[in-house]
């Protein structure tokens, strides 16, 4: 058991998804406007990466036994595709509002490269079925934890007088590279 | 190696194996989409999906809703008239209230809007400084950037001053939303009179940009029946709810500004 | 400039809506693969080459795939397109696949191919679409070259895989600048570039809300509003 | 529970997946032996670099099982041996053995080929994986760097800064002193393995 919290608290903070592999922009770049919507999306992610997770990690114990591990790519995104398109219809039953809020974005979380990416490295590592799991968890853990971050900045940072030319994308490429810089303090933090 | 060569290498165990595994998965996915799809189906009515049918789709938000998806739900529930997209205009209409079944005739025709350019003053009228731009600071630069944003080519720079085709504008907004100098207006359709002006200086002022300037005389004021027409900071205003195109201002106008 | 709608589409991609600069797509290999110009070109132009296929064959399936499975529809098509160009590029380019690694599948998941596959190529005819995934295509390689060689000119020194200066000799390489958050400041610096570009007009929608007229003195305000 | 629709989107999800199961396993089928042939050859050029004066290389299953043991014992655990080939002259009689040592350099996994001669001298490296930073880690795989490891008979490697003076001493690559480390200590397990192969080969 302490060697999955250990899993956990390396994907989620020594190499940060996002921070660290530079996985997952797109979506980290695109949604982090408003914290409630930055938590809705985490949540999205913790939910279909963890579940990817345990699904890739079965698939792939079939594709090893019939020798065909060149196909892990495209059945995990399939996998993955599957399992957002039934997040997008549950949100948009039981939580219209936030469905509304993330819009493109949902969808986005399929070419979202960081829940792929947690499937290949699994696989990579050939984690057992929990350390995969636990993998996929602390890997979305430090996703949320990324967002929302970088959200509340955001929030900020609509008060500031940032220079005209910098409002926008940039100011917001800016505090992504700052993060990155200070994620990188994780880097030699070893457990 | 010859074709055949290459082709028994290739041991179909394998490919058949392959197609099985990627072939299985999107059976099993295909299946489970379907399921959850229908478990989770939100109750859209079908009529409001039938309405949106009808309607154009390019959202551009003449009607006042987000897009023809916020109209198709306005006109579901009833809020909207089932002619309010200003540019599917009677045929969509038509064919929306078939679908909700109500009759178009009892419907009150919803008023659509023109684009109208509060400003005249092109090449001759307008004094034009040294560079050959107009000296007034209201005015219409002609930089194009409404026509560029009509879909309709409802709107062109003629001589130096953007002038608007009534016939093909459908009132959507789009030019006036873009206009640097905010002076396109959306007029409902009825009305035959406005003011061809933005300028909010003084009638001594405007004499020295513009011959076809409002001086704000108030001769306008003075005789509009409705006292449907003010001055307000030097610059005539109708108030379209009580005009009734009866014309008296436009021909009191000494500067002939109003339309 | 009234090109012929193809044209258009392949204009639109480059510049208009450039995708890393303008929507803002694409980001994971833009970031984490743009360390030289080389590597730069050389995803960029796989890139193209599975952009183009997929565009192509989803805009020719638009019709027959329906909506309930349009998803997982459009990554199969894209993901076959990857695998196949991972595979190729492994067997007869070796060099070039040994360089670009782990970024090839994840082309798959880079944003501007399905995103430019639903939002463009599953409305449009395959000829369009084409275009479009051309004009996309040149556009990201473009961008990332660019990026590449301002990251490798920087961190480096060297442009092309050119050593340029001696490290410490002319100038020390900032040896952040080839890491990823180095990739965050370059873009962020060519995206305020952009911005600078596009204000200096009184006219674009940037800062609309101040109401300084531009007193139709076109020549001081650099135009940019034909 | 309109069982058609969902058939149908079934049915079309599943033509496209079977068609591409097919094409995928066709390209796969086509293009494998390709790339064995690929990466056998490239491992044959780097081992040949290293060992060049070698005629032929023998695969060495059993001592590649032995590695991790030799490892374990020598307390060395960010190196991994992956590949044990020895080396013979044109006579087949042994002259040292090539090895694939794998570990993790500044920017991940860091593989390096490395010849042991069985006299005891180091005959040579070279890098065969590195996703080093470019213009610096990626320095290891200039000769500049590799050479200064190359005929030597010594028990182990260390860098200095600068000005290497002593045989067993390399100077380190300037701003990656990471890099250097994770080569030297790869090297130097190479050393140690090499010895056991040597003894029991």
Same mark, same amino acid.
């Given at each position: 058991m302490q060697e999955l919290i250990i899993i956990i608290i390396t994907a989620a903070l020594l190499s940060n998804v996002v921070l660290s592999q530079f996985l997952g922009i797109c979506s980290f770049l695109g949604v982090s406007t408003k914290t409630d919507v930055a938590l809705g999306m985490g949540g999205a992610v913790v939910f279909v990466i963890t579940v990817a997770s345990a699904v890739a990690f079965g698939l792939y114990q079939i594709l090893e036994l019939l020798k065909l591990q060149y196909l892990d790519t495209i059945v995990f995104i399939l996998v993955i595709a599957c399992l957002v398109q039934i997040v997008e219809s549950f949100f948009k039953k039981y939580v219209p509002a936030l469905y509304r809020a993330l819009g493109v974005y949902l969808p986005l979380i399929t070419t979202n490269c960081a829940v792929l990416g947690v499937a290949l490295t699994n696989v990579q590592n050939n984690y057992n079925f929990w350390q995969s799991v636990a993998c996929g968890f602390g890997t979305a853990m430090g996703y949320l934890i990324a967002i929302v971050i970088l959200a509340g900045i955001r929030e900020r940072n609509a008060a500031n007088d940032v220079p005209a030319p910098f409002k926008g994308s940039p100011i917001v490429m800016i505090t992504a590279c700052l993060m990155a810089i200070a994620f990188f303090g994780f880097a030699n933090l070893s457990i | 190696m010859s074709v055949t060569g290459i082709v028994l290498a290739i041991s179909f165990q394998n490919v058949m194996y392959a197609t099985l595994m990627v072939g299985g998965v999107g059976l099993v996915i295909g299946l489970l989409l379907g399921v959850t799809g229908y478990i989770f189906r939100v109750e859209i009515d079908e009529k409001q999906q039938a309405i949106r049918a009808c309607?154009? &789709? @390019? @959202?551009? &938000?003449g009607c006042g809703y987000p897009g023809c998806d916020g109209l198709a739900e306005a006109i579901f529930k009833g809020e909207a008239p089932v002619n309010a997209c200003p540019v599917g205009g009677a045929a969509v209409a038509a064919k929306i209230a078939e679908v909700i079944g109500v009759e178009v005739a009892d419907v009150p025709a919803a008023e659509g809007k023109k684009a109208f350019v509060k400003c005249k003053g092109d090449n001759d009228t307008a004094v034009l400084n040294d560079k050959g731009r107009k000296v007034c600071k209201y005015g219409c630069i002609a930089c194009g950037l409404c026509v560029k944003a009509c879909a309709f080519d409802a709107i062109h720079v003629v001589n130096g001053v953007a002038v608007v085709d009534r016939e093909k504008c459908v009132g959507c907004g789009a030019c006036a939303a873009k206009c640097p100098k905010k002076i396109i207006e959306l007029v409902p359709e009825s009305k035959e009179h406005m003011v061809a002006c933005s300028n909010h200086d003084t009638g001594k002022e405007v004499r020295a940009v513009c011959k076809a300037g409002c001086i704000a005389c108030g001769m306008c004021a003075k005789n509009c029946p409705e006292g449907a027409i003010a001055v307000e900071d030097n610059l005539a205003v109708i108030d379209y709810e009580k005009c009734t195109n009866c014309g008296t201002c436009k021909e009191k106008c000494p500067v002939k500004v109003i339309r | 400039m009234k090109m012929n709608k193809h044209l258009d589409a392949i204009y639109n991609g480059i510049v208009r809506e450039n995708p890393t600069f303008v929507l803002m797509l694409g980001m994971c290999p833009t970031l984490a693969v743009s360390t030289t110009a080389i590597n730069g070109a050389g995803m960029g132009i796989s890139t193209t080459v599975v952009l183009i296929l997929s565009n192509m064959l989803i805009a020719a399936l638009r019709k027959i795939i329906p909506d309930g499975v349009r998803m997982p529809a459009y990554i199969v098509v894209v993901a076959t397109f990857v695998t196949l160009v991972d595979f190729i590029m492994e067997a007869y380019t070796g060099a070039l696949y040994d360089a670009l690694g782990i970024y090839i599948p994840l082309i798959v998941v880079n944003c501007i191919i399905l995103g430019r596959a639903e939002a463009y190529a599953s409305k449009n005819t395959v000829s369009m679409s084409a275009c479009d995934g051309l004009g996309m295509g040149i556009g990201f390689t473009v961008a990332l070259v660019v990026i590449g060689l301002i990251r490798e000119f920087l961190g480096a020194g060297t442009v092309f895989g050119i050593q340029v200066y001696e490290a410490s000799s002319v100038f020390e390489p900032i040896a952040i600048i080839t890491r990823a958050p180095g990739a965050f400041l370059v873009l962020a610096m060519l995206a305020a570039l952009q911005n600078k570009f596009k204000m200096k007009s009184a006219t674009n929608g940037l800062n609309g809300t101040e109401e300084k007229g531009c007193a139709s003195d076109c020549e001081s305000c650099g135009g940019g509003c034909q | 529970m309109d069982i058609k629709k969902i058939l149908k989107d079934t049915a079309v999800l599943l033509v496209i997946t079977v068609v591409s199961g097919l094409l995928l396993g066709l390209a796969y089928e086509i293009t494998a032996p390709v790339i064995a042939a690929n990466q056998e050859e490239e491992k044959a050029a780097s081992y040949r670099g290293v060992f060049t004066d070698a005629a032929s290389f023998a695969s060495r299953e059993d001592l590649l099982e032995q590695a991790a043991g030799v490892m374990a014992d020598n307390g060395i655990t960010n190196v991994s041996v992956t590949d044990v080939m020895e080396a013979q002259d044109a006579s087949g009689a042994v002259i040292g053995y090539a090895l694939s040592l794998s570990t993790n350099g500044y920017g991940g996994e860091l593989v390096i080929a490395y010849g042991y001669g069985v006299d005891g001298t180091s005959m040579g490296i070279d890098i065969l994986v590195s996703s080093e930073s470019s213009g610096l880690g990626s320095r290891a795989s200039e000769p500049e760097f590799k050479d200064q490891f190359a005929g030597k008979a010594v028990d182990s490697f260390s860098y200095v800064r600068s000005g290497a003076s002593a045989e067993n001493e390399i100077n380190a690559i300037t701003g990656a002193t990471v890099t250097t480390e994770a080569v030297t200590n790869a090297v130097n397990a190479g050393i140690i393995f090499g010895r056991y192969c040597a003894q029991n080969g």
């Open positions: - | 309607l154009p &789709g @390019n @959202n551009c &938000g | - | -």
